[in-house]
């Protein structure tokens, strides 16, 4: 759990540069990071699917100063995605891209958070071509970021959240200094 | 007036329809307006302002309902799953074309038409646009000019509120403007660039429906300032763009004289041979399929070009069996879109350390230079481009290479800037490319099945290639890097600009309307929507539906206080 314990403290600190108090966001963002239960019932993977699928996620995503993947809840982003949006063939490419992961690192869930990303990031690198493959991959990377970033947490706090900006206006990066969620 | 049901009948109530239900009800006339849409009240828009993570489907539509029912509006940059309930469901309203001839029909399913659903983009027509079917042989000639409609350019503009900077350009004559919204630092520095490298060319701030600077009438209907959120298509409750349901629907509602039935598709337009005039309109309830009558002096169609021509070719009779109002034959003819696809985009670095705050619902335009500055031989007419400048945020997702925390960190970080520029081009009007319909299949509402042949045609297709060398060129003259750019063209259809098949003109042998809308056989039945163009511009076309409708209900009335209709 030391890594639990890092993530809060960062996102306290993050809190901190940003005016001292937890705004509400904030403060769902520690619990999500923490609370997310081992059998949230998913629909379309079964129980080693969700390890090996947040593993490699949350490889992608991993914790920094904002939470991982799993910890925005991502996973169940991706388990909403297959039962109810994709369609047969979309969802069996995502469970394709995770077998041939699985298939080319052996163990992946069981490994240190180094080893998964030096040998994900193999993979990674090899998914540029235009083949059937590479592309499955990246539309699997792709449901994973468009999950993160479109989560709460994701949109407000990775990103800069504006619902209701007022007029255009040009400015700086040192007045904007996030990326707008939209 | 009391042998009617009601003074005017209005048939749709979209762009067009809304100004014609608002200008009748103002004058005093009892006025129904009929859409085929389901109801949808201003303000009760369940999708706006939801944060993606409240979505449940975080603002993708299942991929099956896609395919399933949808397969046609799916290409129109605004659908999504915040939207969808104001498309309509394509497979419950069939149309067809030739495997060959794609024609991407895109269709709203909800009260207030297209108008909910537009980019709002707002251009005048300049001279030269009346006066091309006259001067190059295509198409007939438009029996108005610039003169003619700049007095309701004016008066639509005030209520409707355009935003736009005074240019004082021949070709794009200004509007009434509020003022413009704000060009970035690239489109500042770029505009001064491409125009000493290309003189005769202009970047301007894009001209668009949105308020800046609401005046009196405008907060008087409940609208206020545009807050930059550029989620419009889901509905702005703020009326802060134009729209039917913000702006000229109420402006009717506030006087009591408009009736408003929504689920009402329009089957026929009644005709009376002894009179010579229309009667009234036969109406199908979408709901309960029930067919009721109902009668009214003046008629005026607004429900989009090829659905206003699909009622009137299907309003047949002994004296009009090709429709009424046809004995020309030109009925569904001359159906026209603009020539879309072509552009370009590139990267521009020196601006790493400027950013902007708020969603600009407009960008820059490029109005058209080629054949007006720049003549060429290869083409006839000439095409204008929108476009603008941008930093990449997250949602490049899909080109990003990398995994880990630096890479998911990136994201929080602003990214590359780039401009890009789309052409929007006039295709020539040809007789060929026309609506036909099938009267042996009717679809679920009894409406016999349209048949679209449509091709965009050699002009248009020379036009594109220079649309993407055009911008090339002046993207280079920017300064741009890395320049992508694609020729292709998209189907007629996509750039929901349609219109045409009910052409104004001079000539009743070869036209169906003439200067004031007005059917040339039929005095009281009107066509005020995309339908009666004789050419199609460059520019957008809604701001032009607006002050057309708005001129020929004030002629109408002035004809019915004089006795005539």
């Known amino acids: ?182 | 007036m009391s042998n009617y049901d009601f003074d005017i009948i209005v048939v749709g109530s979209g762009m067009s329809g809304g100004w014609a239900a608002k200008e009748f009800s103002e004058k005093g006339f009892k006025t129904l307006v009929l859409d085929r849409g389901k109801p949808l009240e201003h303000g009760d828009y369940p999708t706006e302002s939801m944060p993606p993570w409240e979505m449940p489907n975080r603002g993708r539509v299942n991929s099956d309902e896609v395919e399933r029912d949808y397969y046609m509006v799916k290409r129109c940059y605004a659908f999504s799953e915040y939207t969808k309930p104001y498309f309509i469901n394509d497979r419950e309203n069939p149309y067809e074309f030739p495997e060959d001839k794609p024609f991407e029909w895109i269709r709203s399913a909800r009260v207030g038409g297209k108008s909910q659903l537009w980019h709002r983009q707002s251009y005048r027509w300049g001279e030269q646009d009346f006066e091309a079917n006259a001067r190059d042989g295509h198409g007939c000639d438009w029996p108005i000019r610039y003169d003619d409609v700049k007095p309701w350019y004016d008066y639509v503009e005030r209520f409707a509120g355009i935003s736009g900077g005074y240019e004082n350009m021949p070709q794009l004559p200004d509007s009434v403007f509020q003022k413009p919204h704000e060009m970035t630092q690239l489109e500042k520095d770029a505009r001064v660039r491409i125009e000493a490298a290309y003189p005769g060319r202009r970047v301007i701030m894009g001209r668009t429906a949105h308020l800046t600077e609401p005046t009196e009438e405008q907060l008087d209907l409940g609208r206020g300032q545009c807050q930059s959120r550029n989620e419009c298509q889901r509905g702005c409750s703020w009326g802060g763009f134009f729209s039917s349901l913000a702006a000229t629907l109420p402006a009717a509602r506030r006087t009591g004289n408009m009736t408003l039935k929504p689920n009402a598709i329009v089957h026929s337009v009644l005709h009376d041979e002894s009179t010579g005039k229309a009667t009234g309109v036969r109406v199908i309830d979408t709901e309960t399929k029930e067919a009721s009558i109902i009668t009214a002096r003046v008629i005026f169609m607004c429900a989009s070009t090829i659905a206003t021509t699909q009622v009137l070719m299907n309003s047949r009779s002994a004296k009009y069996p090709n429709g009424i109002g046809n004995t020309s034959g030109v009925l569904g003819h001359y159906l026209m879109d603009h020539v879309m696809g072509p552009g370009a985009m590139a990267r521009f670095t020196g601006y790493e350390g400027f950013y902007y705050k708020g969603r600009r619902p407009t960008g820059i335009y490029v109005p058209r230079f080629m054949n007006i500055s720049e003549p060429t031989d290869r083409y006839l007419r000439g095409f204008g481009y929108q476009g603008g400048s941008w930093r990449n945020g997250w949602t490049d997702e899909g080109r990003r290479q990398g995994l880990g925390g630096d890479f998911k960190d990136a994201f929080s970080k602003p990214g590359d800037w780039w401009f890009g520029l789309s052409g929007f081009g006039e295709m020539l009007p040809a007789r060929e490319n026309h609506i036909a319909l099938d009267f042996n299949r009717l679809d679920g509402n009894g409406m016999p099945i349209i048949q679209i042949s449509c091709d965009v045609g050699e002009n248009s297709r020379r036009m594109g290639k220079d649309m993407v060398d055009k911008a090339v060129e002046m993207l280079k003259a920017a300064g741009g890097q890395d320049i992508q750019f694609s020729g292709d063209l998209d189907a007629p259809g996509l750039a929901i600009h349609e219109v045409g098949t009910a052409r104004m003109g001079r000539d009743p042998k070869d036209s169906y309307l003439n200067g004031f809308n007005q059917s040339h056989e039929v005095a009281n039945l009107f066509v005020t929507d995309g339908a009666a163009f004789a050419s199609i511009a460059c520019q957008n076309p809604s701001l032009t539906f607006m002050a057309l409708t708005a001129r020929a209900a004030d002629y109408a009335a002035t004809q019915i206080q004089a006795g005539v209709l």
């Open chain 1, 1 to 182: 759990m030391g890594m639990e314990l890092d993530r809060r403290r960062l996102l306290m600190g993050l809190s901190a540069l940003m005016g001292g108090m937890l705004s509400p966001v904030a403060v769902k963002a520690l619990d999500t990071a923490t609370d997310i239960p081992a059998d949230a019932g998913f629909r379309s993977f079964d129980e080693n699917e969700v390890a090996l699928m947040r593993a490699v996620i949350d490889t992608m995503l991993p914790a920094t100063e904002t939470p991982s993947a799993t910890g925005v809840g991502v996973d169940l982003y991706i388990d909403h995605m297959l039962a109810a949006v994709l369609s047969a063939e979309e969802g069996a490419a995502v469970k394709r891209s995770l077998k041939r992961i699985d298939a080319a690192i052996p163990g992946f869930v069981d490994k240190t958070a180094a080893e998964q990303q030096a040998l994900l990031s193999v993979i990674d690198g090899q998914m540029w071509q235009e083949t059937p493959e590479a592309e499955e991959y990246r539309a699997f990377k792709s449901l994973a970021i468009v999950g993160y970033f479109t989560s709460e947490i994701g949109a407000t706090v990775a990103l800069a959240f504006d619902p209701v900006p007022g007029p255009f206006h040009n400015g700086t990066t040192r007045e904007f200094s996030r990326t707008w969620a939209s």
